[in-house]
């Protein structure tokens, strides 16, 4: 008799384009059965059931899947690092940057990188591309209304500019908001766009199978253009970066290798 979870995941994939199969198995089995039985499930053949017809327990199960939790500016240092060691380079000879915050949640990081750039350039000119495959969180990030706990590392020039009271939440700036364009994508599954200068993608790789990093990272490679970064989590950093023509700009911080001359990959 088929496993109950192995055939959970199966009609998952076929449902819904998404494949558990690429999540490391023991943490995700562990995740969602404990949110299966807080809703009184006993099996995952019933629970599979009940998202098919109950919209917002299938948003829950998504949310607990991708570990919906982020705030601006988080791991305040890192953003630090971005301002000072890596972004003087991107923007060298360039009026705007092309940039994707990838599996981006509620929102957070993409606003924070657009509230970074607004001090070096127009925020007409600055587009972030934000992609996730949970639509609840998207509908959440494209609202722009946050708890005050989400706010800690936002420096207090930034938060009196671009948030105002809002009974017991924080409402993001239309400025901000408008550079910052949101849309659903699996990044195990549908196309990736190219030619980008920034791609951010942090603490979500972590719960990838060692194929499934590989096959994103690749992705992600041929998706920069040369000189291009990816700024990855803490506790994601890239073993082998010259696999996948990169090369180590700072800690937690790629640079896409050139493809002709000399090049630090080659050395």
């Known amino acids: 008799m088929k496993d109950d ?3 959970f995941i199966e009609r998952v994939k076929h449902e819904t384009g998404i494949d558990l199969a690429l999540y490391k198995e023991k943490q995700m089995k562990r995740r969602l ?3 299966r039985e807080k809703r009184g499930y006993d099996n995952f053949s019933s629970y599979f059931h009940a998202l098919k017809d109950d919209s917002q327990l299938f948003h829950e199960f998504l949310d607990r899947m991708t570990i919906n939790v982020s705030e ?3 791991n305040y240092k890192r953003w630090e690092t971005f301002e000072k060691s890596i972004l003087p380079e991107l923007i060298k000879g360039k009026d705007r940057l092309k940039i994707w915050s990838a599996a981006c949640s509620t929102g957070e990081e993409p606003y924070t990188i657009a509230m970074i750039l607004s001090d070096y350039m127009p925020l007409d000119m600055i587009t972030v591309h934000a992609t996730d495959i949970d639509e609840n969180a998207l509908s959440r990030a494209q609202k722009g209304r946050y708890p005050e706990r989400s706010l800690k590392e936002v ?3 930034k938060r009196a500019k671009f948030f105002e009271k809002d009974g017991a939440l924080y409402r993001l700036s239309d400025q901000i908001k408008q550079s910052v364009e949101f849309k659903k994508q699996n990044l195990l599954a549908d196309r ?3 030619s980008y200068d920034l791609i951010v993608c942090r603490n979500v790789l972590i719960y990838f199978t060692e194929d499934a ?3 994103v990272y690749k992705k992600f490679s041929d ?3 040369e000189g291009g970064i990816l700024f990855v989590g803490s ?3 890239i073993f082998n970066p010259q696999s996948y023509n990169l090369d180590i700009a700072e800690t937690f911080f790629y640079k896409k290798c050139k493809k002709d001359g000399v090049s630090s990959c080659d050395i």
């Open 223 to 225: 998706s920069l253009v």
């Open 192 to 194: 990736y766009n190219n």
């Open 155 to 157: 420096p207090s020039k």
């Open 235 to 237: 506790t994601e950093q």
């Open 213 to 215: 990093k590989s096959y």
């Open 33 to 35: 059965t404990t949110l």
């Open 5 to 7: 979870y192995i055939e």
């Open 72 to 74: 601006f500016y988080r």
